[in-house]
């Protein structure tokens, strides 16, 4: 059980177009999602923080403007990159947390690879 | 000063072998200490949690927690090859499953 999946796995986009990704919980509901990103040989960042149907909680030197998450229901949320550009190619990895699962877990998705050429 | 300080590795041991892996953080505040693990092209699993100092094991994995060193230890016992993967230690001065601080991840891999 507390299966999260990430859609799509890979993407190469041109610079200056948005990206989404979807993060979705398939076996439960999750009251709280969180975006990370990965850089090669460094660890997992958090981006931001958000509860269904709120507005997330950006970390510090994260721009809300360009990195859009929605988390518009219990078992989906979406990140998306507007005007990407290459800096902004990395490993983006979400993950699903739920009280009524377990008090402490956080559950990872498998991660997108994002490449802007 | 990063808040966790993870050597990356790559570490290398036969199999059988005992493995240590270790964490540093200089954030007094973090209270709940936790092992995820990653496979290649998955996302992290938990291994263990652990709650302020002290020890916690399950089966073949212990995790120790210094509070006063700010020093985190992953002890993995007869080692197998399918115990290669990263290590990542987390870290996290709130109860329940937020604002997680993670090291740098330590690439194991186990020779068969």
């Known amino acids: 059980g507390a299966v999260v999946s990430q859609h799509p796995s890979r993407v190469i986009c041109k610079s200056g177009t948005s990206v989404k990704i979807e993060c979705r919980s398939l076996d439960f509901q999750a009251t709280t999602m969180f975006w990370y990103r990965q850089f090669p040989k460094q660890s997992l960042m958090l981006m931001a923080t958000?509860?269904?149907?709120?507005?997330?909680?950006?970390e510090q030197g994260v721009e809300k403007d360009k990195f859009l998450i929605n988390h518009a229901s219990l078992t989906l949320s979406t990140l998306t990159v507007t005007s990407a550009h290459p800096e902004d190619s990395s490993f983006y990895i979400c993950?699903?947390?739920?009280?009524?699962?377990?008090?402490?877990?956080?559950?990872f998705g498998p991660g997108t690879r994002l490449t802007v050429t | 000063q990063k808040e966790v300080e993870q050597d990356p590795g790559p570490l290398s041991v036969p199999e059988g072998a005992i493995v240590s892996l270790n964490c540093t953080y200089s954030?007094?505040?973090?209270?709940?200490f936790m092992w995820y693990r990653q496979y290649s092209r998955k996302g992290p699993e938990l291994l263990m949690y652990?709650?302020?100092?002290g020890n916690k094991e399950d089966g073949r994995f212990t995790a120790q927690v210094d509070k006063s060193s700010k020093y985190i230890s992953l002890f993995i016992r007869d080692s197998q090859p399918s115990d290669s993967a990263t290590y990542l230690c987390?870290?996290?001065?709130?109860?329940?499953?937020?604002?997680?601080?993670f090291g740098q991840g330590t690439r194991l891999t186990i020779n068969p």
């Open positions: 987390a870290m996290s001065a709130i109860q329940g499953a937020q604002k997680l601080v």
């Open positions: 993950s699903a947390s739920s009280r009524t699962v377990s008090p402490y877990e956080q559950y």
């Open positions: 652990t709650y302020s100092s």
């Open positions: 954030n007094s505040a973090f209270q709940y």
């Open positions: 958000s509860n269904e149907g709120s507005k997330a909680t950006y």
